[in-house]
């Protein structure tokens, strides 16, 4: 759907700032550890993770262990669409943010509820799934620096 330049970019500024507040994160739905601090911001390495088992480890440590199990469950659809190929729904987790792709994007595609996209291709639909913002996303250094010249680049 086409929409307008200006309205596109609030959008998409609004969905950042919503994915700093901790209450609006769990509101949403998100299970947070309360000594977690937001954004989350993890260093480049995390882009060089090929091995789903690996990102799963490194997601528990972060402390989101409750967050993973609950992105897990899935449960039947109501109505219809049942029948027409769309008979589970699920939980969505974590939101990877990155520079590059080293191999991280299979690895985030085998773990249920967990996405993962470069720092170019975010957009709304991204940081606010469902019109509900507030997603729990997890940025890499490089990423969170070079936001402020993509916005630049933007307002420009």
């Known amino acids: 759907k086409k929409l307008n330049k200006k309205e596109k970019l609030i959008a998409l500024l ?5 994915t700093a507040i901790p209450d609006a ?21 995390i882009e060089n993770v090929s091995k789903a088992k690996d990102l799963k480890k490194f997601l528990e440590l972060l402390g989101l262990k409750e967050e993973l199990e609950r992105c897990e469950e ?14 589970y729904k699920r939980r969505v987790g974590p939101l990877i943010v990155c520079m590059n792709d080293k191999g991280i994007k299979k690895a ?24 509900k913002p507030a997603r729990l996303v997890i940025w890499s250094k490089s990423a969170l620096l070079s936001l402020d010249s993509k916005l630049e680049k933007i307002l420009a």
């Open 74 to 87: 899935r449960k039947i659809r109501a109505g219809k669409g049942k029948m027409r190929g769309r008979r």
């Open 14 to 18: 609004s969905a950042i700032a919503f």
């Open 108 to 131: 985030a595609s085998s773990i249920p509820g967990v996405e993962f996209t470069k720092l170019n291709e975010l957009s709304v639909l991204h940081l606010a799934p469902g019109a």
């Open 25 to 45: 994160v769990k509101a949403r739905g998100h299970k947070l550890p309360d000594n977690l601090k937001l954004p989350i911001v993890v260093t480049d390495d």
